[in-house]
Every structure is written in C-alpha cells, then in structure tokens.
C-alpha cells in the first residue's frame, strides 16, 4: 500500500512531500524514495508518470496541498538523471538479404546522480507507425525480425521515456535487398494455336507498389517479354497469345520495386510447361496443269488441309494481297481462270480459325501467247478538215482480231473492227485513241496515242480590264486580250507601240500589266494570238488609252473679297493648277454643316458662280471643291465672305477721292486730340465712323486684289505676280 506524508508547512504554497511506494515502485525498488517538487509543478509532475504500472493521483485540496500516490514515486531525494543520447542501429547491418534475421536495437545513454534502477519505455517505429513496445530496467531494447521482408524495409526511430522524461533517437534507413521468390500458375496445360495463356504471377509477403514481368520461351528464339505495374496489389495477370509454330512452351516471371532511386529484383520463378495443339495442319496448295503454262491456258488452284473441328474454319486465296476466292466451314477451296500475263506471281493460301492462321505460298509463271498491239497515227497535231489514218499492228504475229477505239470517260467508242482507220478530222475528234488485239480469248491493249485537231484563232481584241479605254497617272494599267475561237492553247504577245511587253500562253484569253504608263504616253498598245494551226497569227486592232490626270492644287477666290455690301452681287472663282478635263466644280458654305451652293462641269482648269444678290444668310466660310476621272476630292482652303448692311459700306464710293480722303484723315486726327473734351455720346458717334472709314479702305484693297485674281494677273497660293499691272495690289494684299 502507498502512503503520501507532507512535510510542508500548510501556509505554504512551495511545499516538500514524500512519496512512499511500499510496493514495486516506478523505479523497480521496494523501498522508501522521496522528492520534493515545487507545490505549483506537483501536478505537472503526476502527469510524466502515465505509463507506470499502477495508476497515480495528486490531489490539491483548496486551502493547503495534499498529496495521495498511488504506484510508483516520481523523484526520490537525492536521486537525479538525465539522458545523454538515444540511438538506434540495426544488427547485422542496414542492408538485410531478404529472409535472413534482423535485430533494430534501441539504446539509452543516461547519466544518474547515484546508482539507481530506472525502468525504461521503449517504443520503436518504422515509417512513423509503431511496430515495438517493451519496458525494461535495461539500457537498451532489442526488436526481432527472424524473417526479414521487402516490406521491413523503411525509416526506423526508436523513444525512450523514463522517469517522466522522453528522448527520441534519429531514423536510421534500413533495406531489406531481394525479394521474395514469385509464385508463377497458368490457367491451362494445353491450348491451340490461336487461343491465348492466362498467367498469374504473385509476390507473397511483398507489398505495392511492385513491377510484374513475364517471360514467354520458346526453343532457338529469344523470350517475348511483357511488364505490368500494380499499385495496389501483390500478384498480377496477363495473357499471351500462341501463334503458328509454337510448340512446347514455358512461362515465368519476376518482380522489381523501388526503393531509394534504385531497383530492387527478385528471383525468377518456378517455369511453367503449357503444350501446344494445332487446330488444323498446314494447307496445301496445287495448280493445273502446271506452274508455268501459257496466256489463253486455263489455271486451276486449290488450296486444301485437314482440321481438328469445322466450326469457324475458313479458307482464303490471295495474290498480291487480292482476295481471289473464299470458303467457310469447308476443307477445300478451288479457284479457275483463263491465264493471262497479270497472272503471273505469287498465290497464297491462308486457313484461319480463331486467332489461329496457317498459310502456304506457290509461285506461277504465265508465258506471253502474243505481245501487245502498238497504235501508230499519220498525224499527231492537225488542222480541222485535214485527213487522219490510225494503223494497228503486232510485231511478228499477224493471226489477230484488230479493233480501234477512242477513249471517252463513259467508255471506250469502238469507231474500227480491222487493222486501219482513215477519217477527216473535226475539233471534236481531239482525244485519245487506242487499238485492241484478240487471239484465243486474250485480248490486248494498244498504249494510247494523243490526238489534237485545231481550229484557226480569230482576230482578238485588245481592251482595258477596268472597261474605259483610261487610267489614271500613277496607277497600272491592265490589259486583256481575248480570242473568241480557235484551239487552245493559245499564245498571246502585247506590244506597247512596236516593242513586246509580254508573251502569255492560255487557253481563250491573257492579260498584261503596264506599270509605267507617263503622262505623255503616246504609244498605242496591241496584242496577236496563235495556236498550232498553220493559218499563223492574228493580230488585234491598236488600242490607244487616256492618261487622266488627278487633279492639284485648288484654289477659292471672290470679287469683291472679304466683306461685301448687302444686295450686291459677288462672283466666286474656282480654279486648279492641274488636271484632266472635264472637270467637276462644287462650291460649299460652311454652317452648322456644309451646304453645296453651286456644282457645274467644265472642258477648262476654272470655273465662275455669280451670286446675283447677296443677303446677310450668305455671310459664312466657303470652300471649292475639284474632280475628275481619277476620282480624288481636291479642297481648296476656306475663305470668308462678311455681307454687311448698306449703310456700313456706301463711304467706299465717297472715299475714291483722294483729297477727300486726306481731308478726313486729318479732320478725324484733330477729333481724336478733343476726344477726350467729348462727351459720351459724341465719343461714340466718333468711334462708328472712324470704323466705317477703315472698313472702306479695307474693302477699296480687296477689291482691287480680287480684280487682278479674277484677271490671273496674280497666284493666290505663292502671291506671285505675273503683270506689272497687279505690283500695287499684290504689295497692298500680300503684305
């Protein structure tokens, strides 16, 4: 019985106990042990000692600690250890030959303050799963394996616990080499060729993932071999077919696995006898009368063998991997034809049942009765209405039915039955023409001979792609030349002026490109075509083509320009420096969108709208805008037209005298020096005046400009000047 008596005092909370164990204790001793332990660590310290023989409690009442041990005592006085190092080895070595023993050691170093029995937990693990358990007085625990397998082999790490404390050693690798010898069995003794061998291969005391292979033997022949990998299980199955000529045959298989990087095999097993039958023996194969016989002859074959069982038997005849003849459920088969030289060569006898299959080969030679009929023609190529004859002949044999024949894709016309065929040709009879020779039932077959009959071409004619006899500078110009009849092929040449540009062989038409067509491109362009009829060439009319011009440079003026009087008559004037003709002039206003005012055609590089009476409406930007064949928009630049009350613009008819207009100047000078002694309303009256001054002389300028531009005296883009006439008004505007 265990007794627990306090030593501490009750108000103090760092209290000393000692444990009485008057039975085996944890320490293996029937004696008195004490320890002391901190009162706030007591129950700390119960809870090292779960694994002892007999159960142990601390209690700690409120109030003042008591203790009641049942089992072993954790800490004697005076009595102190403490683990150096636990370690793990594997007796023979690490590497164990499969099925011999093996020991996995598991030892503690520990240092003890007096001389002291501990017991010891052991726990030995492999691949993190407990596999070892033993408690001992000992240093050390010794686990056992008396048959060591592939599957012993792993990470093993031992833990030992005593007195409360636990120290675990490091893995250490152990393999197992070899496996176990596998187990080899065959679902049958005895097959027929064609049937298939069921295996079963097993590794017992192995565990997956493993590697199957199986070997099939065969006398004087190197073994057929197959692998199966198997994840989950210990043994695996395959088939193996048994093919003609297998006799007496042996099986066996071995395993593999891996481990570390490398590949671990086992033995090979038991081998397995299995005997061969044959369902059916070899065929024979004969031919009447004889292997070598002449074209004409009649050639019989049959093809025989003897069989086991007439279910699903079948008998096939080939030559040159053609099916001539097949029988079912039958032990012969007879095949008979008129010899002929195709059919000379190798014939094959194939019998199969099942998977099953034995053949047997013969060759047969067949003898020329007669060669080949040879087709000659008077003429290959000809002109229609010309006279044709075809001649049939053989070299060295003149007893044979002669046929002619042309050749047409719904079969062949038999036009002759004799030897010679003349007729007068049309381009219809263009075509291929055979002949046919006929003795003792072989028939024979000219090669074929090509035939072509041409029709004249006529005159072609020679026109633009794009229809009008156009195109635009800068872009290329493509011409067709057609003829309407005659045999193709046919050759067409083009010719710009008199040098040839292009030669092109077709069959009723061709086509030129001419990338280099200049503005001042006078040459004519032709084309001629012929064919191989004798009548020669025909040459097309000329062709002589338009270059247009793309309209540059447009420009927008007005007389008079800028501002004009309300009611009066403006003219617009839209020119372009060049240009093809006619030209297509349009004149916009610009407002919330661009309206067209004017639109008109003209054979020249301008044209002139007269807008009869002028409205505050018309005051906005105008522009012009150019075109012609070449299908470019040309815009000029903007211009602004003001129309302005009459009131505003009647001073420019007074302001043509000159010393009128000084006179105001200078009037208009002494009024602004007493502007300042003006009262408002007079200031103002000033102001609008000399406004309507400087806008008549403004408007007398432009007038004068609008007039030397309207008479082409002046290039409004470069403000050049062309006459002495327009110095003044070029001076005035330009600057």
Request: hydrophobic share 35%; net charge positive.
């Amino acid at each position: 019985m265990s007794s627990c008596t306090q030593l501490a005092q009750p108000s103090s909370w760092s209290s000393t106990c000692l444990l009485v164990n008057r039975k085996t204790d944890f320490f293996g001793e029937s004696q008195v042990h004490t320890a002391t332990a901190e009162g706030k660590d007591l129950a700390g310290a119960s809870g090292l000692f779960h694994k002892t023989r007999e159960n142990m409690e601390l209690d700690s009442p409120p109030g003042r600690p008591a203790v009641s041990c049942k089992g072993s005592e954790l800490y004697t006085q005076g009595r102190v250890f403490t683990f150096n190092t636990v370690e793990i080895n594997v007796q023979p070595s690490v590497k164990v030959k499969n099925g011999a023993p093996m020991s996995i050691i598991c030892h503690a170093d520990i240092s003890k303050s007096a001389d002291f029995q501990l017991k010891h937990n052991f726990t030995i693990f492999k691949d993190g799963k407990l596999v070892f358990m033993a408690v001992s007085d000992k240093d050390d625990a010794r686990y056992e394996v008396p048959m060591a397998r592939s599957s012993d082999t792993g990470e093993y790490e031992c833990t030992v616990e005593a007195g409360g404390k636990t120290k675990s050693s490091n893995s250490l690798h152990v393999w197992v080499t070899g496996m176990t010898k596998p187990i080899l069995t065959a679902e049958k003794k005895e097959v027929l060729e064609g049937e298939v061998v069921k295996l079963r291969c097993e590794l017992p005391e192995e565990v997956p993932p493993l590697y199957f292979y199986f070997r099939k033997i065969k006398m004087n022949s190197t073994p057929k071999e197959k692998y199966v990998f198997e994840a989950y299980k210990n043994y695996s199955e395959v088939e193996f077919s048994v093919e003609e000529g297998d006799n007496i045959l042996q099986f066996d298989c071995f395993g593999k696995r891996h481990v570390q990087r490398e590949f671990d095999s086992s033995e090979h097993s038991n081998k397995t006898l299995v005997t061969v039958r044959e369902p059916f023996i070899k065929p024979t194969l004969s031919v009447k009368p004889s292997r070598n016989i002449t074209e004409g002859d009649r050639i019989q074959l049959e093809c025989s063998t003897v069989v086991a069982r007439m279910r699903d038997i079948e008998i096939i005849l080939q030559k040159n991997k053609t099916i001539l003849n097949s029988v079912r459920d039958e032990k012969v088969l007879k095949y008979s034809a008129v010899a002929t030289l195709e059919d000379s060569g190798e014939y094959l006898c194939k019998v199969e049942q099942g998977r099953a299959s034995k053949s047997t080969k013969v060759n047969v030679v067949v003898s020329e009765l007669f060669p080949k009929p040879t087709l000659a023609a008077s003429m290959n190529k000809l002109d229609e209405n010309r006279e044709l004859t075809l001649s049939c002949s053989i070299s060295g044999f003149q007893r044979a039915k002669f046929s002619v024949l042309r050749r047409n894709s719904n079969g062949d016309v038999l036009l002759e039955t004799s030897r010679n065929l003349t007729m007068r040709v049309s381009v219809n009879d263009t075509g291929s023409y055979i002949c046919k020779a006929e003795v003792k039932g072989i028939v024979k077959e000219s090669k074929p001979i090509r035939i072509n009959v041409y029709a004249p071409v006529s005159k072609p004619t020679l026109s633009v792609v794009s229809g009008l006899p156009e195109v635009v500078l800068g872009k290329p110009l493509q011409l067709i030349c057609r003829s309407a009849r005659g045999t193709p092929p046919i050759t067409f040449k083009f010719y710009k002026g008199n040098v040839t540009k292009e030669t092109v062989t077709n069959d009723t038409y061709a086509t030129f490109l001419d990338e280099n067509v200049g503005q001042n491109d006078k040459k004519g362009y032709k084309c001629d075509a012929r064919n191989n009829h004798s009548s020669g060439v025909k040459t097309s009319n000329i062709l002589n083509v338009t270059v247009v011009v793309p309209i540059r440079n447009a420009s927008l003026g007005s007389i008079p320009y800028g501002e004009v009087e309300e009611g009066s008559e403006t003219a617009f004037l839209c020119s372009v420096k060049e240009g093809s003709w006619p030209i297509h002039f349009r004149i916009f206003r610009k407002a919330d969108r661009d309206v067209l005012v004017f639109e008109q055609s003209e054979h020249a590089d301008r044209v002139m709208w007269r807008k009869g009476t002028m409205s505050r409406q018309d005051t906005g930007t105008y522009y012009c805008m150019a075109s012609n064949r070449a299908n470019v928009d040309v815009k000029s630049h903007p211009i602004t037209i003001s129309v302005l009350p009459w009131l505003l613009t009647r001073q420019v008819k007074n302001w043509q005298d000159s010393t009128m207009m000084e006179t105001t100047i200078q009037d208009l000078t002494l009024r602004v020096l007493r502007w300042s002694t003006l009262k408002l309303k007079y200031q103002r009256l000033i102001l609008t005046k000399v406004i309507n001054i400087l806008a008549s002389i403004v408007m007398f300028w432009e007038q004068l400009w609008a007039c030397c531009y309207f008479l082409n005296l002046v290039d409004i883009g470069t403000c050049e000047c062309k006459s002495r006439l327009c110095f003044l008004c070029v001076t005035v505007s330009c600057n």
